[in-house]
């Protein structure tokens, strides 16, 4: 199944008390995705979530691409990615 990709600023909903949804503030310094960077597992948001699931197939600089739907290490979720760009 594809997913969008997801980039540098691309909203993670984490669950964690007062953190809530924040945008993810590092990603790829080389690959971009509509002109953002992608974002890959390892990356961070605003609260110092990072991307713990990313895809099977795609790798950025050596991680996974991450996707809409990626899980995070505070049990949250990217809810926002590309609008055209899929990841498989």
């Given at each position: 199944?594809?997913?969008?990709?997801?980039?540098?600023?691309?909203?993670?909903?984490?669950?964690?008390?007062?953190?809530?949804?924040?945008?993810?503030?590092?990603?790829?310094?080389?690959?971009?995705?509509?002109?953002?960077?992608?974002?890959?597992?390892?990356?961070?948001?605003?609260?110092g979530d990072t991307v713990a699931v990313g895809s099977a197939t795609v790798f950025v600089n050596g991680q996974p691409l991450a996707y809409l739907g990626s899980a995070t290490a505070h049990g949250g979720v990217i809810i926002t990615g590309s609008g055209d760009v899929l990841t498989g």
């Open positions: 199944m594809a997913n969008p990709a997801a980039r540098l600023s691309d909203v993670n909903a984490c669950p964690m008390t007062g953190h809530g949804p924040n945008p993810t503030v590092t990603g790829s310094p080389d690959v971009l995705i509509n002109s953002l960077p992608a974002l890959r597992v390892g990356d961070s948001s605003a609260c």
